[in-house]
């Protein structure tokens, strides 16, 4: 699926639950910086799970991997 379609139901669902528009608006910088990053340096256009197993090992500061760029990539496939 096309990454930014992800991106925009991930919205919808944390609009849905609730989830403040500070919240929102963090995890989509974290998208950017993270996710985004990642896949516009290696010419990705859609996010599957191929991608998601690639770049999860990526995100890491000193050897701990940063889950917190998918939290929300998470939650919107529960």
Known sequence: MEI??????A???LTEAR???S???TYNWLWKKGI???????SLVDFN????KECMF???DGG???FYYLHAFIFCFK
């Open 36 to 42: 985004l990053a990642y896949m516009d340096a290696k």
């Open 19 to 21: 989830y403040t528009n």
């Open 11 to 13: 919205n919808q669902l």
């Open 23 to 25: 919240r929102i608006y």
């Open 4 to 9: 930014q379609k992800v991106i925009e139901r």
């Open 64 to 66: 701990t991997v940063l």
């Open 49 to 52: 799970e191929k991608v998601d």
């Open 58 to 60: 990526t995100f890491h």
